[in-house]
């Protein structure tokens, strides 16, 4: 795949100038696509390692690529990097959005539909539905594709949340606000 092709492939996509809704249509778009079997490389510890289109976008078509995934999918939805940041490893991410104050540590931020979820194993999705005690989460790189996930809110793999909306105040975070579609945190887990 070409530049041309990644462009070509968002040409009719309704863009709608939110940065939150075009980045879930644009990694819903993306669901279902698999790195390549017949194109691959091993490294020096014999692990494979296929080509993937976010990889090759990137720079670097044969490695780990959930981060790249999701710098991909900033990019097509039109994302400021100067706000907003991809990067190759999803741990540099994190500290990318830590040092722009985009970045909330697990249990201290409600997300919301279009916001980054930051995993223990090194790894960032993309939050497309919150729901109760549960979001929804599209992942690149998950056992070699792009697929969505139920994750509850209380799960020990959550490091933290991108934020790629308004940052919240310390009186919006007390009072988290219901938005269409959205519960509102869990009283459980807002309990001090």
Known sequence: ETLLDWQNMFADYPYTEDLREDLVGIAKSQVGYAESTRNFEVDSDGIRHGYTRYGAWYGTPYRDWSAAFVSFCLNYAGADPAQTPGNIGAGTMAELWK??????????YVPTAGDLVFFTNHTVGIVTEVQNTTFYVIHGDREGSVCTDAIPFGDVSISGWGITGEIPTEDSVDEPTQKSGQSSFPEALTAE
């Open 99 to 108: 040092n722009l104050g985009r970045f909330a540590p697990a249990g201290e």
